[in-house]
């Protein structure tokens, strides 16, 4: 799997457990914790009353019939790697929304964006839409940025109007962990106050990549802590310095710094980098070189220093 250790590689598709969709559902909660659900209608009708109303075959919209937009998460790029909630309301859905870079979509050859060719193979191209985004933007909540998320809200709202009651966007990783769905969403909720929005959460990036290198994230007592290498080399250093497992996204720019204060707290040998997870030329592996031309969706892991089973509970 690694360099770094002797275990044995896998792929994404082993020791998988076939299940069909609708066998063996049992009742769950919604992601608010409000309405009890189940698997297959995301909705419970009101005692004594009708139904929620049904849109596409077996797809239920929102309570008395309003639109819903929910964003999905599909995970790091792994079509395998989608939830069955996830396809099955792409299935249902009236319009999937999917992100595509701003300045591309413009010049007209945007080519397909992680969660476009994630989604593919559950929705129909005449029901897949792009929305423009400045997601090479790094200078914080700039015009060209507010523009985009302004225009993009604006979409959803005349999709909505046009009709459309199950409004789908889908993200990588999950919506609710460094997301373009929460600004989408805000946007939305300012125009038209009666959408109904919900999150279907998806697979991380630091969950694949720790399956992916057998490398846990958390043991016992250890605390978690997941930052974006964009806020700075001083947030990573702390976290470094404490007991617990330390994910990096968005090393890219700022790689050579990651791995200078990994060397400085003696942290280098036990951590794994991951590049393009679920793209074709993805890499896993020990970090070796601070000079890597990374992509900008890299993910590093740093484990807890463990030195005996069960040393953290």
């Known amino acids: 799997m690694t360099a770094h250790d002797n275990r044995v590689p896998v792929t994404a598709h082993d020791n998988r457990v076939p299940v069909t969709a609708h066998d063996n559902r049992v009742p769950v909660t919604a992601h608010d914790g409000r309405v009890p659900v189940t698997a297959r209608d995301g909705r419970v009708p009101a005692a004594g009353g009708p139904g929620p109303a049904a849109g ?16 999905i998460g599909v995970g790091p790029g792994d079509p395998e790697l989608l939830t069955l909630r996830a396809a099955r309301l792409l299935a249902e859905a009236d319009v999937v929304f999917v992100p595509v870079l701003d300045r591309l979509a413009a010049a007209g050859d945007a080519p397909p964006g992680r969660a476009e060719a994630t989604v593919a193979a559950h929705v129909a191209p005449d029901r897949l839409r792009r929305l423009p985004f400045a997601l090479d933007d790094r200078g914080g909540v700039t015009a060209r940025r507010e523009r985009a998320w302004d225009e993009a809200a604006r979409t959803v709202a005349d999709a909505v109007d046009a009709g459309a009651r199950a409004v789908v966007f889908a993200t990588i990783g ?29 697979i991380t990036a630091m969950q694949d990549l720790a399956a992916r290198s057998g490398v ?12 974006p290498a964009t806020a700075g080399l001083a947030l990573f250093a702390d976290a470094l310095a404490g007991p617990g497992t330390v994910v990096a996204y968005k090393g890219w720019r700022r790689h050579a710094e990651l ?3 990994l060397r400085r707290q003696g942290r280098l040998a ?21 000079a890597d031309d990374l992509p900008y969706l890299s993910t590093l892991l740093v484990p807890a220093r463990r030195d005996r089973r069960g040393g953290k509970l």
Do not use: M, W
């Not at 596409?56 to 964003?71: F, I």
């Open 56 to 71: 596409r075959a077996g797809r239920v919209d929102g309570a008395d019939g309003a639109a819903t937009l929910t964003g």
């Open 174 to 202: 999950d919506p609710n962990v460094y997301s373009t769905f929460g600004y989408l969403a805000h946007g939305v909720r300012a125009l038209r106050p009666a959408v109904e929005v919900r999150t279907v959460p998806g």
């Open 216 to 227: 846990p994230l958390c043991e016992g007592r250890e605390p978690l802590t997941l930052l």
């Open 259 to 261: 791995v200078a204060e």
């Open 270 to 290: 036990d951590a794994v980098l991951g590049r393009g997870l679920g793209l074709p030329g993805e890499r896993i592996g020990p970090v070796t070189d601070p």
